[in-house]
């Protein structure tokens, strides 16, 4: 799986929109970009995957370069309940290499603020 | 419905004692994931089962962890003659099956502390 890097922290003002980016310069063209993120004393939670075209659902915005070197997450109208890390992974879907286990780094602290 | 469960939620230790942490997946999926996560860190992987079996188990530290789901529901880790830097809180996942197209749904995890 693709090493991805993130921002340690960010701060998005309530209502705004949080903009999170990622940057996996080392994808393969078969590695999707997947976000999960997790809540204070909640396991992770998926939000949206995507491979090279923008993906939107009822969570967020998926914003890919067309290099496929960085994503963006786009959280369109943020609540305190967004206050949590985020992360960023890279995965091959349809390899059978076997490894099905996430990878995570350390993520993007998000603090939304009233 | 109901998600993935574990118990107990918060467990203390001492040092050199055993200690067993469970994990209930959703009903009906096959395939279940332990990680462990420390202060700060993003979750690590330890083992993962399709069904009964450990289908990968290359994650575990050492040989004083060791994970059973002996009728391919529940899975119980286990820590042998626990060590301070364990500490950590232990989560669970479980997906319809095995496979990275399948959403991995995670419990709210295990905190262990020895002390």
């Known amino acids: 799986d693709a090493k991805t890097t993130q921002p340690t922290s960010m701060d998005c003002a309530e209502g705004r929109a949080a903009n999170l980016p990622c940057n996996h310069s080392?994808?393969?063209?078969?590695?999707?970009v997947y976000w999960y993120r997790q809540i204070h004393s909640q396991g992770p939670q998926y939000i949206i995957h995507g491979l090279k075209n923008n993906e939107t659902n009822e969570m967020a915005s998926l914003i890919i370069t067309e290099d496929r070197k960085s994503s963006t997450l786009i959280l369109p109208h943020a609540t305190l309940r967004d206050t949590a890390v985020y992360y960023c992974?890279?995965?091959?879907?349809?390899?059978?290499?076997?490894?099905?286990?996430?990878?995570f780094g350390k993520g993007t602290k998000l603090s939304v603020i009233p | 419905g109901a998600g993935v469960s574990q118990t107990p939620s918060n467990k203390v230790t001492e040092k050199g004692k055993y200690v067993e942490l469970r994990c209930d997946p959703i009903?009906?999926?096959?395939?279940l994931y332990w990680y462990r996560q420390s202060l700060g860190q993003g979750p690590e992987f330890l083992i993962y089962?399709?069904?009964?079996?450990?289908?990968?188990d290359s994650g575990l530290p050492n040989d004083r962890f060791f994970a059973v789901r002996p009728e391919g529901s529940v899975s119980t880790l286990k820590i042998q003659r626990t060590e301070r830097g364990d500490s950590a809180v232990y989560l669970c996942a479980s997906s319809l099956q095995l496979g990275p197209i399948y959403e991995q749904f995670f419990g709210p995890g295990t905190r262990l502390t020895v002390l």
């Open positions: 009903s009906g999926h096959t395939a």
């Open positions: 992974i890279g995965r091959e879907l349809y390899s059978g290499a076997g490894s099905y286990q996430l990878t």
């Open positions: 089962f399709q069904g009964t079996g450990a289908a990968d």
């Open positions: 080392t994808i393969s063209g078969n590695e999707y």
